[in-house]
C-alpha cells in the first residue's frame, strides 16, 4: 500500500539520521568523516526530518548533559521527573530551544566538537520552512487519498510526519529508561526494550548506550541485533566513514 510505504519510509529514514548523524556523530563522534560529506549528512538530515528538524549543536549538547546526569534531576529528558511523556516533551523541547535560539550556554564539558551549518540550522528551524514542508505532507496524503481512493482515516497519521524528531526521541527517552532489562548496572534506569528496539533502529537498546557510550555497535549480547551498525561498517569499508575505535 503506497501511503503505508511512504509513511514507513519517512519514518525509518528519518530515525536513520537522528541516529546516525545527530546521535553516533554530533554527540559522540563515533565516526569522523570529511567535510564534503559531514554537509551532506547534514543536509540529508533536514531533509528527512523535515518539519521537525533538530539542530544538531542543540541535539548534541542535551544528549551529552543526559549521559552526565541521567535519571537524575539535572537530566533534560528523565521519565522518571515527568507524569507523562507529553510533559517531558514539553520540558524537552524548553530546553532545546534555549540552545537553538543560544539564550544560555552549556557547561564546557558539553561545549564543542559538534558539527554546525548556520545557514541550514536557521533556515531548518524558520517557522516558515517547518510549515511549509509541513504542508507538502499534507498534499502528498490529498493526493493518496482523492487522487488513489485512501480512506481519510490515514490524515491521522500526519501529525507524527509533522513531529517525527521529537516522537523519536519521546519513544526512546520514555521506553529506553522504563521499559525492559539490563545488561549492565550502570547507577541509572536505562534499559534495553526488545523487541520494539527494531523499530527504533537499535536506539533502544539504552542500557547497552549508557554503559559503552562511545561505541558505535549498541547491541553487546548475541541476540541483540543494532541494524545501524552494518551500515556503518559498509561505509568504513568504502572509506566515506572512519570509525572510531573503541574497547568493549
Known amino acids: 500500500m503506497p501511503i503505508l510505504i511512504f509513511f514507513l519510509c519517512h519514518w525509518f529514514l528519518s530515525l536513520f539520521f537522528q541516529t546516525f548523524f545527530l546521535h553516533r556523530y554530533a554527540s559522540h563522534k563515533m565516526f569522523t568523516t570529511n ?7 547534514y543536509f540529508m538530515t533536514f531533509f528527512f526530518q523535515g518539519s521537525s528538524f533538530l539542530n544538531p549543536r542543540a541535539y548534541a549538547i542535551m544528549h551529552r548533559m543526559h549521559h ?3 535519571d537524575t534531576e539535572k537530566d533534560p529528558h528523565s521519565p522518571h521527573f515527568f507524569d507523562d511523556v507529553w510533559s517531558m ?4 523541547r524548553r530546553i532545546y530551544n534555549s540552545y537553538v535560539m543560544r539564550l544560555k550556554e552549556p557547561e564546557n564539558e558539553f561545549k564543542g566538537n559538534y558539527p554546525e551549518w ?6 531548518g528551524d524558520s517557522m516558515i520552512t517547518r510549515v511549509s514542508i509541513g504542508l507538502i505532507y499534507v498534499a502528498i496524503y490529498t493526493w493518496f487519498i482523492f487522487g488513489l481512493g485512501y480512506s481519510p482515516f490515514f490524515y491521522l497519521l500526519l501529525p ?4 517525527m524528531g521529537p516522537i523519536h526521541g519521546a519513544v526512546v527517552n520514555w521506553c529506553g529508561h522504563k521499559y525492559g532489562y539490563a545488561n549492565y548496572d550502570n547507577g541509572d534506569k536505562s534499559k534495553n526494550t526488545t523487541p520494539v528496539e527494531f523499530l527504533m533502529l537499535g536506539e533502544l537498546f539504552q542500557n547497552n548506550h549508557h554503559k559503552y557510550p562511545n561505541s558505535p555497535n549498541f547491541a553487546k549480547k548475541w541476540w541483540e541485533f543494532d541494524p545501524v551498525y552494518p551500515v556503518m561498517k559498509v561505509m568504513h569499508w568504502v572509506r566515506i566513514i572512519q570509525l572510531r575505535k573503541v574497547t568493549t
Open 35 to 41: 567535510k564534503f560529506w559531514e554537509k551532506t549528512f
Open 160 to 163: 507524527i510526519h509533522w513531529l
Open 68 to 70: 552526565a546526569y541521567s
Open 118 to 123: 548556520p545557514w541550514l540550522d536557521k533556515f
Open 89 to 92: 516533551m514539553l520540558e524537552t
